[in-house]
């Protein structure tokens, strides 16, 4: 065994929104891994468009840097509780984390997820104090609000005696004091080669390889990254594939891949404790070891926490199918969804008793949102069903459920309707302070399925300025029914083109989600209803011109704004008995029976089985 000192592999945790893919920028820039003259877009490691667009680290991505002829693996993890099957493998790659704080915020919900799993792990940290420049900056206190996290989270006396670095990503200066800070992030390299372990390896043994993450490149076919723990690898070598069932079988690898800054280099051979990415086993997935032909033992497979939440996919069955998506089929959908489970350990796929639907489990709203999204954005076509919790049974036989820890930042003036409205949803608190500025925070246990459409009557209540973060508490005796939906929806009563004359004649009903020239269909949902049955409406319905009228009326007609939905808001609107259809160019909420009559024989069957129960 030998200590690589010429190596360092590190995981960045914050909170969304706390700078760290900043930080990783600053970090690349001041090791010169871009030329002089190269044109270098802010948040490099933010890759996929949907990460840019809502400003959150969905993937775990790999990056590397050299200071002082040490290379330094990063990898940069997802903030969000939902995508903790990417966290969870990370922690296998690396052997510390820096722990990235809001000088003002401190610690918050993802992040404490985040440092469980590393601290689980056996890791040390850094703590790194960002945001050092902002007027409301309160490091001294952010640092112990850190300790007593760490503590909480049982960590080791080594653990928590963990070194402290302050920095402005933003202007890439660090420094040990938060009164002084270099005009560079050298503190920051410094620390991370004093405090982070070098990996101890045995180089000469033979090969063990853990593969934690898996893309797909189209001239060198599936790529498979993960940190080599013993021995050495290299081009051509005879090789074995360990499932996770223990099934053996011969691959070889084609290509070695390091990661140098943002680019993966090849290379002949790679040794113990560096992270590499390798090519040419086509059918390994995540969890499977790759061992020496001769002596092939097997790495504990990568464990991840079971899926809280679920929801059906499958083929648009609307009168609109097939319009505007490319990928329409129950094939192609099952094969797209199948293979998304072999990229994210923590998304389960089933098949039902129908061909045509699926059910697919994920951590949260949120990590099935971005699915949704992401293949709606590649041209497949496909309806979904209302997000539902996933139970579970004691052994003494209680019904346990998902519960979500809750931290909400509102104003003085709306903490009433904000207790309120968790109240309903069977919410217990368990804190509550105010803040130097009056604001009041609240730190609340929720059932998951209290928080299924919640974030849009939180931010209505507040006015948009409320915060809202949650994290999986765990599983709880089950906290009984819940008021859900308070409101019906307006269901188009026939096909057509809605019309002006139309939607104003209705907008005392509600709040309209269409506009006129929009063609819909019977069954479609095309507005919120006032009250909390569903109506039937004719939005297709045209003011008949005679000799004695003219249409001139129509030019003075002033319509309420239509509300808009996004993917998620939609996602969250509707009840049991809708759908979700989403296609490359939009979505549509409709309801499961388009038909009134089918509609109305299928409550009347439901209100007779009650009765007879």
Partial sequence: MIQRTDLRNIAIIAHVDHGKTTLVDAMLKQSRIFRQNQQVEERVLDSNALERERGITILAKNTAVNYRGVKINIVDTPGHADFGGEVERVMNMVDGVLLLVDAVDGPMPQTKFVLRKALQAGH???????????????????????FDLFVDLGATDEQAEFATIYTNALLGHAGRSPLKLHDSLEPLFECILDRIPPPTVDVEGPVQFLVTTSSYDEYKGKILTGRLVRGTIRKGQPLVRIARDGTISPVKVSQIF???GLERQEVEQAQAGDIIAIAGISDAAIGDTIADALAPEALPPIKVEEPTVRMTFGVNTSPFAGREGTYVTSRKLRERLFQE???????????????????????GELHLGILIETMRREGYEFQVSKPEVIFREAPDGTRLEPMELVEIEVASEYQGVVVELLG???GQMRDMRISEDGSVHYVYLVPTRGLLGFRQLFLTATRGTGIMHSIFFGYEPYAGEIEMRANGSLIAAESGVATTYAIHALQDRGVFFITPGQEVYEGMVVGQHIRDNDLEVNVCKEKHLTN?????GAETIRLDAPRQLSLDDAIEYISDDELVEVTPKGWRIRKRLLSSDDRRREKKRRELALSER
């Fill in 424 to 426: 309903k949803r069977q």
């Fill in 341 to 363: 489970m072999e990229r994210d350990v923590a998304l389960r796929v089933e098949e039902t008793d129908s061909p045509d639907v699926f059910i697919v489990a994920g951590r």
């Fill in 548 to 552: 004695m009228r003219n249409n001139r």
């Fill in 124 to 146: 040390h940290a850094i703590v790194v104090v960002n945001k050092i420049d902002r007027p409301q900056a309160r490091p001294n206190h952010v640092v112990n609000e850190t």
């Fill in 258 to 260: 390091v990661y140098n």
